[in-house]
């Protein structure tokens, strides 16, 4: 069975001070790793697709990166509009197209 | 704008009551999906149409009806609701292959009283 896990569950951060949210995930052969944000009482929105270990993405303060058991979502100097639950997803091989989602990381910056 | 749009935003209905969640996508897609999202909870998967055909129901009870005209069109109707139904209703589709990204609708806020 697919899992995905989110460390932390919770993350408070002064504004400008960076760190790295985790997605560890399981599955029988990777197709596809998702980053979303998602804002109180809104549908997640979309930030990154990772297809492959040693590939990397980037949007602004945001940087995605992917090994072979994880994920990490770098956030350099954020700010508090960077303040959300961001979201972790997986799509394994064997024909299935349905992802597998984690818990989430909610995250506060300070002002 | 993400290319799938839900209406109602927002539904107050009482448990005696029958209404319906509407989706359509605008992005050439073939995969539809229902998810619910509780307070303080991760997404849960309801069901899952591909070109128009239900895939996955993952146990949800008979109250929610789903329905998939058309690959860019999905429904669902709700009638004798719970107050532990009251939740975010989102609204996902993707092509239905795999390593395809999903993209998700605003979502319908549903409180039922």
């Known amino acids: 069975e697919d899992q995905v896990t989110q460390s932390p569950e919770a993350l408070r951060l002064q504004e400008g001070e960076s760190s790295s949210l985790n997605c560890s995930y399981t599955?029988?052969?990777?197709?596809?790793l998702f980053w979303y944000r998602q804002d109180p009482g809104k549908g997640p929105e979309f930030l990154f697709t990772l297809y492959s270990a040693g590939e990397e993405k980037e949007k602004e303060r945001l940087k995605a990166t992917l090994t072979k058991k994880e994920s990490f979502l770098h956030i350099t100097a954020p700010k508090p509009e960077d303040s959300a639950t961001y979201l972790c997803?997986?799509?394994?091989?064997?024909?299935?197209?349905?992802?597998?989602f984690g818990r989430g990381t909610s995250l506060i910056v300070h002002p | 704008e993400t290319g799938v749009t839900q209406t109602p935003r927002h539904l107050v209905m009482g448990m005696t009551n029958k209404k319906s969640l509407k989706c359509e996508q605008h992005?050439?897609?073939?995969?539809m999906y229902w998810y619910k999202q509780s307070a303080k909870k991760p997404l849960e998967l309801m069901f899952v149409y591909n070109f128009k055909e239900q895939t996955e129901n993952n146990s949800v009870p008979s109250r929610f009806s789903p329905e998939c005209p058309n690959s860019s069109h999905l429904f669902l109707h709700l009638h004798t609701l719970q107050p532990e139904d009251s939740a975010l209703y989102l609204c996902a589709s993707n092509r239905g292959t795999e390593g395809n990204t999903i993209y998700f609708g605003e979502g319908s806020w549903l409180t039922v009283v």
């Open positions: 997803a997986v799509q394994a091989s064997g024909g299935s197209y349905i992802p597998t």
């Open positions: 599955v029988s052969g990777l197709r596809g």
């Open positions: 992005l050439g897609h073939n995969a």
